[in-house]
């Protein structure tokens, strides 16, 4: 619709609110002056009416719009670090007015809105939110009194890098004008009635906001905003959690807390999927219904899971259920039951993270491959297991031989074989059985790739190069290369000429060791079913 610069010298927006109307857009810039500026965004220009002022020294958290204001211009105020200011239009220029604490303790302002006036007057009083959970209320410029609202919840960094409390960051006056919503840390909702110009008691009683899959914590609000014309009304948590509240309080979106690294579907049951972040939570989905079936923490950063491609039969209850791995930074990897989350194995063998982590198709196997350049070939065993978990891991082999991380891993078919990618993109196969690099090619004829996932292959990539590449890949293999001369807009092919020696036993693999070859899934860039890039 818009797009409005600023001065790259602003660094940052730190906060913006529309006026009631509309036309106006008011926002605060991360310079080191926390410059406000108000712009008629509409035109077609963006015109810049004038600069508002400067804050300057006091960090703005957020910036909200007076709805009851008499004023043509109309009013907003701007809070943060232990101020409150008021920002009225005198004559050409708008000009800010700072509040006094006056007798109250000056504490930081994390929230702020503007309550409708007493019948008669001309401006109503303002409330604001404190970390430590109390509510302020303002009149005339001045704090005028101190109400306790919630409790402080949880410490938390705020952006300008100072430890606090959540404490109220939601205020919200519904669309009547007669009731203000207060969300805190402790994960309440409480009703105020503000329908005679003051903040008055509370008319509801509070509701309280309780996650079923959360072991321990409560959620502490972020957001609020209410439905015109009913009680239901929005909330958005420090959890990622969207909330609809009315009688029964319900979650409409889950969310990470943390960057998500990895997503993979169930083998056999469709709409169920998992999600791992590093938020060390693992996530189990219903697709169907887009509902969260179970959660658990595994106490790590997580950055890739996968499940067993069939179920293992659990000796202490008598179920059968899929196993999950998942693998994290710090080379911790654990795997834990898909019905109950509960832990079945741990281990770290590994000082750098995980990047990829597979179950065998024949489930005896798990291999894992990390940032150490190494993979571990973990064996399971059933005849040997323990009565508390039904099942023994332990590390058969590791893997060495990858000049750099180790980005995908591929099973065959028959669970005999593992393909390797890393970040040399190099290309290595490697026997779960001993842990050793299998160098020639004629091991791998007839075999079926069962998880064909591996991002680049050698000899798998027919290879089409524009003529710009070509002194590049010159240059670096140290081979003469001839082209074809084409039309401009025609593939240029590339035709390596080296030994004849060489010549023949590229061939040779490139027939024994990728053609006619299927994998489980297909993870390795470039692979054999790709027949070339075209420009």
């Known amino acids: 619709v818009a797009r409005i610069l600023h001065d790259p010298e602003s660094r940052a927006v730190v906060a913006c609110a529309f006026s009631p109307d509309g036309g106006r857009l008011v926002t605060v810039t991360c310079d080191n002056s926390h410059t406000v500026t108000l712009w008629n965004w509409r035109t077609p220009d963006i015109g810049k009416l004038l600069p508002t002022g400067k804050t300057v020294g006091l960090a ?45 303790k000056m504490d930081n302002i994390v929230s702020c809105a503007f309550l409708p006036p007493k019948p008669g007057d001309e401006g109503g009083p303002i409330v604001t939110g404190t970390p430590k959970g109390d509510i302020y209320v303002w009149r005339n410029g001045a704090c005028a009194r101190q109400v306790a609202a919630h409790k402080p919840g949880k410490q938390i960094i705020t952006p300008d890098g100072n430890v606090t409390f959540s404490g109220v960051r939601c205020l ?3 669309a009547d004008g007669k009731t203000l919503l207060s969300g805190g840390a402790d994960g309440i909702i409480h009703s105020w009635d503000v329908s005679q110009g003051k903040l008055g008691e ?7 906001l309780e996650l079923p899959h959360m072991t321990k914590g409560i959620p502490a609000l972020k957001a609020l905003d209410s439905m015109p014309g009913s009680n239901t009304f929005i909330v958005g948590t420090d959890l990622c959690d969207i909330w609809e ?11 990470h807390t943390a960057d998500l690294y990895s997503v993979c579907f169930h083998p056999t049951k469709p709409p169920i999927f998992m999600s791992a ?59 834990i039951d898909e019905l109950t989350l509960k832990p079945i194995f741990r281990d770290k063998w590994c000082v750098s993270g995980i990047e990829d982590v597979k179950f065998s198709p024949n489930n005896k196997f798990l291999a894992v491959g990390s940032h150490d350049t190494y993979i571990d070939v973990y064996r399971i065993k059933t005849e040997f297991a323990e009565p508390a978990s039904g099942f023994v891991y332990f590390r058969a082999h590791r893997c060495s031989g990858h000049s750099s991380t180790v980005t995908h891993l591929d099973w065959s078919s028959d669970s005999s074989v593992i393909v390797a990618n890393d970040q040399a993109c190099e ?12 160098r020639h090619g004629h091991l791998f004829v007839g075999y079926n790739e069962y998880s064909p996932t591996c991002a680049r292959g050698r000899y798998t990539t027919k290879g089409c190069y524009t003529r710009s590449s070509l002194a590049r890949r010159a240059m670096k293999f140290g081979r003469r290369i001839v082209t074809e001369a084409h039309k401009p807009w025609a593939p240029h092919y590339i035709s390596y000429k080296p030994l004849k020696r060489d010549l023949e036993r590229v061939q040779k693999e490139v027939t024994r060791t990728q053609r006619n070859q299927t994998w489980q899934t297909f993870t390795c860039t470039l692979g054999f079913p790709v027949m070339g890039v075209w420009k």
Not at 304 to 319: D, K, M
Not at 427 to 438: A, D, F, M, N, R
Request: aromatic share 14%.
């Open 277 to 335: 972040s590093e938020s060390s939570r693992v996530f189990l989905w219903n697709a169907d219904n887009r509902a969260l079936v179970r959660s658990c923490s595994v106490g790590f950063q997580c950055r890739v899971a996968n499940f067993s491609e069939t179920p293992f039969y659990a000796a202490f209850n008598g179920e059968m259920s899929h196993h999950i791995a998942v693998g994290g930074k710090m080379g911790r990897i654990i795997v």
């Open 60 to 104: 703005v958290y957020g910036v909200v719009w007076n709805t009851f204001s008499s004023s043509a211009d109309g009013e907003f105020a701007t809070y943060g670090v232990k101020h409150l200011k008021l920002w009225n239009k005198v004559g050409p220029r708008w000009q800010a007015r700072t509040c006094k604490f006056g007798t109250f």
């Open 245 to 255: 509240v009315d009688e029964s309080p319900d979650v409409l979106i889950y969310g």
């Open 427 to 438: 290309l290595l196969h490697w026997s779960p059985h001993t842990g050793e690099q299998s």
């Open 172 to 174: 919200r006056v519904r």
């Open 202 to 208: 509370q008319i509801r009683t509070g509701i309280s």
